[in-house]
């Protein structure tokens, strides 16, 4: 059975950092992904990586988060720095099997105020 679990949000100051983990279990996966939902909008992609290793960064973010991979693990980290309030929302991570299935984590709340 495919699990998404992740873990480390919270009440940050803003221009504070914050980590997130996302350990994903039950299959071998080719991508996994950080996502993020703020309220009243929609969800969208901040970064992924693929087991090629190679990682990719929205515009959004880039410069500012950062993705780490434990690939013997499916563990992927997301190091969040100069929060914003803007920064504020639902973190989901996703992960796709080789098959091309989608299992999504139910999320951790970011919250970025002072």
């Known amino acids: 059975q495919v699990q998404v679990v992740e873990s480390g949000g919270g009440l940050v100051q803003p221009g504070g950092s914050l980590g997130l983990s996302c350990e994903a279990s039950?299959?071998?996966?080719?991508?996994m992904g950080w996502y993020r939902q703020a309220p009243g909008k929609e969800r969208e992609l901040l970064a992924l990586t693929r087991s090629d290793g190679s990682i990719e960064y929205a515009d959004s973010v880039k410069g500012r988060f950062t993705i780490s991979v434990w690939n013997t693990r499916n563990i992927m980290y997301l190091q969040m720095t100069s929060l914003e309030p803007e920064d504020t929302a639902v973190y989901y991570c996703?992960?796709?099997?080789?098959?091309?299935?989608?299992?999504w984590g139910k999320g951790t709340l970011v919250t970025v105020s002072p």
């Open positions: 039950g299959s071998i996966f080719s991508i």
């Open positions: 996703k992960a796709t099997t080789q098959t091309g299935m989608d299992h």
